[in-house]
């Protein structure tokens, strides 16, 4: 929140929030600096998507909570192709 040159890039680049609890901290910071907040995820989402996979914790991840990382880097992919498209066709 005190990163002057941070504020500067949030508020001049499209940005995606990725929150790992329910009180969506990220989001809401960005959203308090104006970002360009093109996008926003909750890893609690992807965990209900995936009651399969139980991490053993959120410190380090074992082989369930990488497949969980994976599944969100995947989402966050698809978003950043989505927004690039919309952007070239402009």
Request: proline share 1%; charged share 40%.
């Amino acid at each position: 929140m005190g990163d002057e040159d941070a504020q500067k890039q949030v508020k001049s680049h499209r940005c995606i929030s990725i929150d790992g609890c329910a009180a969506e901290c990220s989001k809401k910071n960005l959203e308090l600096k104006n970002a360009k907040l093109a996008a926003s995820f909750k890893v609690l989402d992807i965990v209900k998507e995936h009651r399969e996979l139980k991490p053993k914790s959120v410190t380090f991840l074992d082989e369930d909570g990488r497949k969980m990382a994976k599944h969100l880097a995947e989402k966050v992919a698809l978003k950043i192709d989505e927004l690039n498209k919309k952007e070239a066709s402009k």
